[in-house]
């Protein structure tokens, strides 16, 4: 009778272990994972900030203006206007799309074909003239433009002045609201991860109070969970990192010349920034959650 009594004893013991082992795991993993997400969120808006005028250059460097050719000019003819127009200070590239090139473009926009119809090409050749960020603006692009059609070699010349106007419009916003939900989300980041660690920290409580109680230092007791936060804060950034060097290949295989504006210092001045925000975060939420049970009455253990 003895023996089972002490089999069933040992067998209760090891089933609580085992359930306080799992418990904790758990509590582990959903600490370093919303660690990862929430430091991954403020990641992508730091991404934004450091490259914010970075964006508005290559915005403004991809705004064409379209300038339609005579037909009956000669090649030799356009690869001077190409090589004047190089020399600008206002160029970033051009680019010359043939009459053939362009209809065959239009052919797979439209589906259908639409030189079987008209029986000839009605389109005219092209130089796809891409500006300086700096000239980039509503009033240089438009007597740029006046400028251009004045060329005899020019038929006519066209760009977007809407995009251009909300470009110069909108950066200056966008800039502040990237700015005010950044603080937003680093205020909500911090509430958020404190909360996860305070609610790790809250299964052990009243570990954390025998341990005062026979007497070991508040550094003692705070030690191994202070060394345990590091480790998640540490985890959860590398997390964060993977997560923001995989959004930033696949934005760069949408936009290739995405990261042709992001110098590695500005990269790893941002993975730096991820890292060093999760540790103080997880520290100091750690450090705060274990002081606040250690002042606590024993009673209110239960209530807390």
Do not use: C
């Amino acid at each position: 009778m003895a023996e089972r009594d002490t089999a069933l004893t040992f067998a209760a013991t090891m089933s609580g272990q085992h359930y306080l082992r799992s418990r904790t795991r758990t509590s582990n993993v959903s600490t370093v994972v919303g660690i990862a997400l929430v430091l991954f969120m403020l990641g992508v808006l730091g991404f934004l900030a450091l490259n914010a005028r970075a964006l508005e250059r290559y915005f403004k460097e991809n705004v064409r203006v379209e300038l339609f050719l005579k037909r009956d000019l000669k090649e030799v003819d356009v690869m001077q206007f190409r090589k004047e127009l190089d020399i600008e200070p206002y160029t970033h590239e051009t680019h010359y799309v043939t009459a053939d090139e362009a209809a065959e473009q239009l052919k797979k926009d439209l589906g259908e074909d639409f030189l079987g119809v008209l029986g000839s090409n009605p389109l005219l050749p092209s130089v796809e003239l891409r500006l300086n960020a700096n000239y980039a603006q509503a009033d240089s692009l438009k007597w740029i433009v006046e400028q251009l059609r004045k060329d005899s070699r020019v038929q006519e010349a066209s760009y977007n002045a809407a995009v251009v106007e909300n470009i110069d419009a909108n950066v200056n916003k966008m800039g502040l609201l990237v700015l005010g939900f950044a603080v937003l989300l680093l205020i909500i980041a911090i509430a958020l991860i404190n909360n996860t660690i305070r609610l790790a920290v809250y299964s052990k409580r009243f570990l954390i109070r025998t341990m005062h109680l026979v007497g070991a230092t508040q550094w003692f007791i705070k030690k191994p969970f202070l060394a345990q936060s590091l480790w998640q804060g540490i985890i959860g950034s590398v997390l964060a990192i993977g997560l923001l060097v995989g959004l930033l290949q696949l934005a760069h295989h949408y936009m290739p010349d995405l990261l042709a504006f992001s110098d590695v210092r500005s990269l790893a001045l941002l993975f730096a920034g991820v890292v060093v925000l999760g540790l103080l975060i997880s520290l100091l939420s750690t450090w705060f959650a274990v002081g606040r049970y250690l002042r606590m009455n024993a009673e209110d253990l239960h209530w807390s």
